[in-house]
């Protein structure tokens, strides 16, 4: 290891908290003041379902919701590859995810926002094939969404 990584090595924590840098999850940090503080709003569709269900896998469930999320999805479908005789080989599921977190004691929106993103999947299979991949990718793009919406709401000054 040269001279200069080890000194880069020992500044680092230094600089990180000359900057105001605060673990997610210490005291005070906004992953503590969420995880299992958050009751998120019982969804309608599939795509709600599958959201809710990421967003409770990383929050937790509350038992006394201190905040209350509101998460609001949308998706559609864009043809992405066309073959000679014209038949689609390859789709992109494009999602949104509009959210609004609120505090529940005062009802105060803390924070709201939108997040997007996307995923594809491959139509060249058989039908069956096909429909799976279809579910597959709305599931991962779930994922991504519910992910994004949980950094955004980790980077939220909860006070």
Same mark, same amino acid.
């Given at each position: 290891?040269?001279?200069?990584?080890?000194?880069?090595?020992?500044?680092?924590?230094?600089?990180?908290?000359?900057?105001?840098?605060?673990?997610?999850?210490?005291?005070?940090?906004?992953?503590?003041?969420?995880?299992?503080?958050?009751?998120?709003?019982?969804?309608?569709?599939?795509? /709600? +379902?599958?959201? *809710?269900?990421?967003?409770?896998?990383?929050?937790?469930?509350?038992? %006394?919701?201190?905040? @209350? !999320?509101? $998460?609001?999805?949308?998706?559609?479908?864009?043809?992405?590859?066309?073959?000679?005789?014209?038949?689609?080989?390859?789709?992109?599921?494009?999602?949104?995810?509009?959210?609004?977190?609120?505090?529940?004691?005062?009802?105060?929106?803390?924070?709201?926002?939108?997040?997007?993103?996307?995923? /594809? +999947?491959?139509? *060249?299979?058989?039908?069956?094939?096909?429909?799976?991949?279809?579910? %597959?990718?709305?599931? @991962? !793009?779930? $994922?991504?969404?519910?992910?994004?919406?949980?950094?955004?709401?980790?980077?939220?000054?909860?006070?």
């Amino acid at each position: 290891m040269s001279l200069y990584s080890r000194r880069a090595l020992i500044c680092l924590p230094l600089a990180l908290a000359a900057c105001g840098f605060t673990p997610v999850y210490s005291p005070g940090g906004s992953g503590s003041g969420l995880q299992n503080r958050t009751l998120v709003d019982e969804p309608d569709t599939e795509n /709600g +379902y599958l959201i *809710t269900r990421r967003i409770e896998e990383r929050l937790g469930r509350a038992a %006394d919701p201190g905040y @209350r !999320l509101s $998460v609001d999805v949308s998706t559609r479908q864009e043809s992405l590859a066309v073959d000679r005789e014209g038949d689609i080989t390859r789709f992109n599921v494009l999602g949104t995810a509009d959210y609004t977190l609120i505090d529940t004691a005062s009802g105060r929106i803390v924070t709201s926002g939108s997040v997007d993103n996307f995923t /594809g +999947y491959s139509a *060249t299979g058989t039908t069956v094939a096909t429909i799976a991949a279809e579910e %597959d990718a709305q599931k @991962r !793009l779930m $994922v991504l969404l519910a992910d994004q919406v949980i950094i955004r709401l980790f980077s939220t000054d909860l006070t």
